[in-house]
């Protein structure tokens, strides 16, 4: 069965990751590009054998389900309507840029009984979600953290720098979801919210988890290139266990696991829910709103 699929967003994400993987995918069929750009849908519907639409809502009509590769702002009605329309949902992270907007899509997905699954990368990728998937099975975790530190606004030459919902949300709202997607399934959901701020847009996350452990998180996109990075690490009755180098393939190849998740969705009859589906990202975004609301 192959499930036919547009694509929403023309910009670097879109053309580096999703693009190229919905293009290159055995069960796939990418029917089309939308972008608020005329000339940049044509561009990248040219790259990977796609047409170009012009209105959303055309392009929704001729497809199984769509793919989201624009700010959540945008995303979040998007993919609203998508549902009402009967699609199913391929999405990114962070769901939408308010708590509100996030369970609205939720309630779309729930109600109209369509796949959705939300891109987590992490979650995706075979290295790292072996590694999580571990450590939720060995429990027994006092306190855990995940720190972000990313270079998007820190001096380097990132092609994420042009990102205004970057600079207006920072590294809460968009390496946030990475940090909560680590520590979630490990520790358990969130049960209190402590945030501070640090240089920049530098946001530092105490958390409580519903299993008794507590967590922590450092998450930017104005480190230094130096600076910058990914520290995970779990402390328990086991030890001290690290997040290991080296463990994450490219994104493009988690992408298409995603894709592949999305499919199973679809072609096992009635919707089985994901781990990572619109509830859990609308999860996510509660948390992060949670935390903004703690910095005043």
């Not at 959540?72 to 609203?80: C, G």
């Amino acid at each position: 069965m192959t499930t036919r699929v547009g694509l929403f967003g023309t910009g670097p994400w879109a053309r580096r990751t999703h693009g190229p993987a919905l293009a290159a995918h055995p069960d796939v069929e990418l029917v089309g590009v939308w972008g608020r750009r005329p000339e940049a849908a044509a561009e990248v519907a040219a790259e990977f054998g796609a047409r170009a639409y012009g209105d959303p809502q055309a392009l929704t009509a001729d497809v199984d389900a769509v793919a989201i590769a624009l700010p959540p702002a945008l995303q979040a009605p998007l993919a609203v309507e998508a549902a009402r329309s009967g699609r199913h949902l391929l999405l990114d992270k962070p769901l939408a840029a308010t708590a509100e907007d996030a369970h609205a899509v939720a309630d779309a997905v729930a109600a109209a009984g369509v796949a959705c699954v939300v891109f987590f990368t992490l979650r995706f990728d075979p290295g790292s979600a072996e590694w999580i998937d571990k450590q939720a099975a060995t429990g027994d975790w006092f306190t855990g953290r995940a720190d972000w530190y990313g270079a998007v606004f820190g001096g380097g030459a990132s092609q994420y720098a042009d990102s205004p919902w970057r600079r207006e949300k920072g590294g809460l709202w968009d390496v946030g979801p990475h940090a909560l997607s680590v520590l979630l399934p490990v520790l358990g959901d969130v049960t209190e919210v402590h945030a501070a701020r640090g240089a920049g847009d530098t946001t530092h996350l105490t958390l409580r988890h519903d299993s008794g452990a507590s967590s922590t998180a450092v998450l930017t996109l104005t480190a230094p290139p130096a600076g910058a990075g990914v520290a995970v690490e779990f402390r328990g009755a086991h030890g001290v266990v690290g997040y290991p180098d080296g463990v994450s393939g490219p994104a493009t190849a988690s992408f298409s696991r995603a894709i592949d998740a999305l499919t199973a969705a679809i072609a096992g009859g009635p919707v089985a829910a994901h781990p990572c589906d619109a509830r859990f990202g609308a999860r996510v975004s509660e948390i992060l709103a949670a935390a903004e609301a703690a910095l005043g």
